[in-house]
């Protein structure tokens, strides 16, 4: 049996883009979720669960703009509204991974950590905004609203719509990497680093504060699972296969493939930057740096032979 694996669900493991966020909502999903992951536990014996947070911190963002406008509540930052995304979404998969690990009868327990990572206030990400947060917009309103709130938009590759899009610098270390690869070397279920991280930086004082940004939390993902030894890498998405010429008559989707080849597709541009491309790079860094390999897929496809993206050496 191998040792461990990191799992990285997207946010809509969660919330669903055509769902409005109801918790019944969340908590039927990610019910979901865990049982797929559940079956991961007669390959591994360890998982560690990261998880991504764009559509829940989006709603904290809008809260923070009503609040402000109707009741005068203080606006809180963008790292204080990640770091109650981690902890409400990880209270959220936490449960419902007890819940499957009862009812599969395996003993295990399951914590949640709430994690910052440190972050290069120089990054160049903050020059060019590219992580998507919140819901989808018409043209027409995703207009209103950057005029409004000054916020930046960018259109979805895949024709869903216009979201606000947010500075997604690089993870440069994730605090308590020793205390989480301690917890899942005792077979503990571990869920860290959600929503990328909280985004600190280290201050012209010496100090740690935090910092506006969403860490892409694929990139966060493959930094831990090389940090804790992890085998292998997963990365959930809502489609069950990486493609190249994606949306184009010449489409193809891609089954198992070196990280050469991973890294040359990438090179050539074939990964949205707020979209497929942090995934991709995630998985080749994972794979260069030691992992056996990583996989790109959806969480139904999850542990099912031959099923997702396999990048390999």
């Known amino acids: 049996m191998k040792k461990m694996a990191v799992v990285a669900l997207g946010g809509n493991a969660l919330l669903r883009g055509d769902q409005v966020g109801f918790i019944e909502e969340q908590e039927s999903n990610t019910y979901q979720t865990a049982q797929c992951i559940a079956k991961l536990f007669s390959e591994f014996e360890s998982v560690v669960i990261t998880h991504g947070n764009g559509p829940q911190v989006g709603n904290i963002l809008l809260r923070n703009e009503a609040g402000n406008k109707d009741f005068s509540i203080p606006k809180m930052p963008l790292d204080i509204c990640v770091a109650d995304s981690q902890g409400g979404i990880g209270y959220v998969i936490e449960q419902q991974m007890r819940n499957v690990l009862m009812?599969?009868?395996?003993?295990?327990?399951?914590?949640?950590?709430?994690?910052?990572?440190?972050?290069?206030?120089?990054?160049?990400?903050?020059?060019?905004?590219?992580?998507?947060?919140?819901?989808?917009?018409?043209?027409?309103?995703?207009?209103?609203?950057?005029?409004?709130?000054?916020w930046k938009f960018k259109e979805d590759p895949r024709g869903r719509g216009w979201r606000r899009v947010v500075a997604s610098p690089r993870p440069q270390k994730i605090f308590n990497t020793e205390l989480i690869k301690r917890l899942a070397e005792e077979g503990i279920v571990v869920i860290a680093s959600g929503g990328g991280g909280i985004p600190v930086e280290v201050m012209p004082n010496g100090l740690f504060g935090g910092k506006e940004a969403v860490i892409d939390k694929d990139l966060a993902a493959s930094l831990m699972a090389r940090n804790i030894g992890a085998e292998e890498l997963f990365i959930l998405t809502d489609i069950h296969k990486v493609a190249i010429n994606f949306r184009k008559p010449d489409e193809k989707y891609l089954d198992t493939i070196t990280v050469d080849e991973a890294l040359q597709y990438y090179n050539e541009g074939h990964f949205e930057a707020g979209s497929m491309g942090p995934k991709v790079k995630a998985a080749i860094e994972f794979v260069q740096s030691g992992g056996d390999k990583a996989i790109i897929t959806d969480s139904n496809?999850?542990?099912?032979?031959?099923?997702?993206?396999?990048?390999?050496?």
């Open 103 to 150: 009812e599969e009868k395996i003993d295990k327990n399951v914590v949640t950590l709430v994690t910052q990572v440190l972050i290069d206030n120089q990054d160049p990400a903050f020059a060019n905004p590219t992580k998507p947060v919140g819901p989808y917009y018409t043209k027409e309103e995703s207009e209103v609203l950057a005029e409004k709130h000054q």
């Open 301 to 313: 496809s999850l542990g099912k032979p031959g099923s997702g993206t396999i990048i390999t050496k």
